[in-house]
């Protein structure tokens, strides 16, 4: 069964500082990974997927995120915060070799706040 | 413009009354699904659609119903509701591939009193 462990709930940062949001998988084969975000009252958007391509993954809004195997990790960055990207962040995994369609496991969230 | 359209976004009842959220998607997706949101829980998913007429049990399905007769549409129905359904419910859809991303609606909240 796969699970997918976000550490820290909320995250705080200064405006143009490092944003880092940390996840990390289990998964038995390698897995298809995304990062999603949900600003309020909305639904989740898709910021960016890892899918056995290249592991360094650029997404919209200026975050990438890495997949590191070795350290089943996928942690989620921006150089620099801006007060838009005040929302909710969400891990999910999916196995490719599901053959039930597009099951993801998603992570609990992390709520990253931008302070000025 | 391409979109998961959930209906209601707010809704309040009490405890055994009968309700329905609708979901329709005009992508032509086979895939569809609902999770619910949870503080600190993050997403877990209710039950989910392959194709038409094709619907399983996700993680948490006690207490909820669904139905896909049509490609477009997968509305969840709630025939006892209960104070612990209370919460946000998404409804979201995709190709069938593991490597499609989901689209997902603005979400319904629903309060169970």
């Known amino acids: 069964a796969q699970s997918v462990t976000q550490l820290g709930s909320h995250v705080s940062v200064s405006e143009g500082a490092l944003v880092l949001l940390r996840c990390n998988y289990s998964s038995s084969v390698p897995p298809y990974l995304f990062w999603y975000v949900q600003y309020p009252n909305q639904g989740l958007q898709l910021l960016l997927k890892?899918?056995?391509?290249?592991?360094l993954v650029k997404g919209i809004n200026g975050f990438e995120a890495e997949f590191k195997k070795s350290e089943t990790s996928f942690h989620l960055t921006k150089p620099s915060a801006h007060m838009s990207d005040a929302a909710e962040y969400f891990c999910a995994v999916s196995d490719p070799g599901n053959n039930a369609g597009n099951m993801l496991t998603f992570g609990g969230g992390t709520r990253l706040m931008v302070k000025p | 413009e391409a979109q998961v359209t959930q209906n209601p976004r707010y809704l309040i009842t009490v405890t055994g009354k009968k309700l329905t959220v609708t979901c329709s998607q005009n992508?032509?997706?086979?895939?569809m699904s609902w999770y619910r949101q949870d503080p600190g829980l993050g997403l877990r998913q209710i039950y989910y659609s392959m194709n038409v007429e094709v619907t399983d049990k996700g993680d948490v399905p006690e207490g909820y119903k669904v139905s896909r007769k049509e490609k477009r549409n997968f509305p969840l129905i709630l025939e006892s509701p209960s104070p612990n359904q209370t919460s946000l419910y998404f409804c979201?859809?995709?190709?069938?591939?593991?490597?499609?991303?989901?689209?997902f609606g603005n979400g319904t909240r629903l309060t169970v009193t």
């Open positions: 992508m032509n997706h086979e895939y």
């Open positions: 890892y899918t056995s391509a290249a592991t």
């Open positions: 979201a859809s995709s190709f069938r591939r593991g490597n499609s991303p989901l689209h």
